[in-house]
């Protein structure tokens, strides 16, 4: 049986490492790089970067930033934000990371999956999917980019359909939950756990060691969060922690 993951979740906007709630309100925490250096001391399973500004126009994947950040990532690293073409995945695979984190331009084009499962291996795409309940709380895939939920496109039936197409794991994110650090959605969980063999990730929410085991409990393959990894106390203090010795038998 595969162990299974809690993976730290880096934001970067501007070069910066901010965190948000509910994908807004953005707050500076600090250099990327520095905690990078900490979770390598931290003993964590993987990281997963996002480079946030990829939503804006005009933008550019900073290559010489990322192989910084690279360099001095020694463990497992999934990087996101502004992949569309095999070009620019390869050049990221060569600076060090292990998988990439495709969303948006799957909104755009499903079928691009494929392209890059059939190029670097299923092993090495994971698809992203942004998720957000309307006020019939009905679950609805959200396009960050466009700022808009999709109406037309059923999660069940997307999540089947990116395995069929080569994904080799799907990266679920809850808006509502997202940096609030009250609880995973479970019922989102609990909708998407046996939807494909594939691993599957669940994101937003955790406030708390029993967030994590509840939701890895209902047999997701791992949890990723931000916000527990990297503040502190009722005033949410910037202090970056991981602790392995309360992870390492779950």
Known sequence: MLRKRIIPTLLIEEQSLVKSINFKNRTYVGDPLNAIKIFNEKFVD??????????????????????????????????????????????????????????SIVLENINIVKEFSNNFGSQSVVISIDVKKNIFNNYLIYNNKSKKIIKD????????????????????????????????????????????????????????????KDALSMGISGVTAGSYFIFYGPHKAVLITYPFEKFENL
Not at 54 to 75: M, R
Not at 76 to 91: F, L, R
């Open 46 to 103: 993987e990281l997963i970067i996002l480079d946030i500004d990829c939503n804006k126009s005009n933008y550019e994947i900073q290559y010489d930033f990322l192989k910084n950040l690279f360099s001095e990532c020694f463990v497992p690293v999934t990087y996101g934000g502004g992949i569309e073409n095999i070009k620019q995945a390869e050049k990221i695979f060569k600076m060090g990371a292990e998988k990439i984190s495709l969303n």
């Open 153 to 212: 496109l059923n999660l069940k039936e997307f999540v089947i359909k990116l395995k069929n197409l080569g994904a080799g794991e799907i990266l679920i994110n809850s808006v509502d939950n997202d940096g609030m650090m009250k609880g995973m959605d479970l019922k989102l969980v609990n909708l998407t756990k046996d939807l494909v063999e594939i691993p599957i990730v669940h994101g937003g929410g955790v406030g708390s060691e029993k967030d994590i």
